[in-house]
């Protein structure tokens, strides 16, 4: 199996640090029970990045997974966090750049599993706002997923992850 993780900080594991400081987030813990399962016969690749929005994902991210050699088998996707807590979030245009990231996995025959961020928002300045766009981006996502067949994983509400 060939993994590969695309998203922003809460993909690459920030908050999640291990006693030395180094990062090990959620993909991290997937990938090695992925190996866990297939006897150590996984490959994989983790491009999240702190702060990045959704487009680069989709884009830049999704693009150079595609590219590797041999191409991922399984992608794990999430994004959008970082969009919504800037003012004036289109939840509508993020929905059509994850469909387009699900439609570009789907035409290169890699399954794709759509994640939903964590909910920072009760920490936040305006978290309230925040709060109900992010609601309305997971449930938005969870119904593309399931338009197309995916898993969709709702880790907004995890009261744990908060």
């Not at 060939?2 to 959620?26: C, H, K, N, Q």
């Not at 399962?37 to 929005?53: F, I, K, P, Q, S």
């Not at 920072?120 to 978290?127: E, I, K, S």
Request: contains cysteine.
């Amino acid at each position: 199996m060939r993994y590969a993780a695309i998203g922003d900080s809460f993909t690459e594991g920030m908050g999640d640090e291990l006693p030395d400081g180094s990062v090990r987030g959620w993909a991290d813990l997937v990938a090695a029970g992925l190996a866990a399962a297939t006897d150590g016969r996984v490959h994989y690749a983790n491009t999240a990045v702190r702060g990045r929005l959704l487009a680069p994902v989709v884009t830049d991210q999704l693009e150079a997974v595609l590219a590797l050699d041999p191409a991922p088998t399984l992608i794990t996707l999430n994004g959008g966090g970082n969009d919504m807590m800037r003012p004036g979030c289109d939840v509508d245009r993020l929905v059509a750049l994850t469909e387009r990231a699900v439609l570009r996995c789907a035409g290169a025959g890699v399954q794709l599993v759509l994640l939903s961020g964590a909910d920072p928002t009760a920490r936040l300045p305006f978290g309230g706002t925040m709060h109900r766009t992010g609601v309305a981006l997971t449930a938005a996502v969870a119904d593309l997923a399931a338009r197309h067949g995916l898993l969709f994983v709702d880790a907004f509400g995890d009261e744990e992850l908060r």
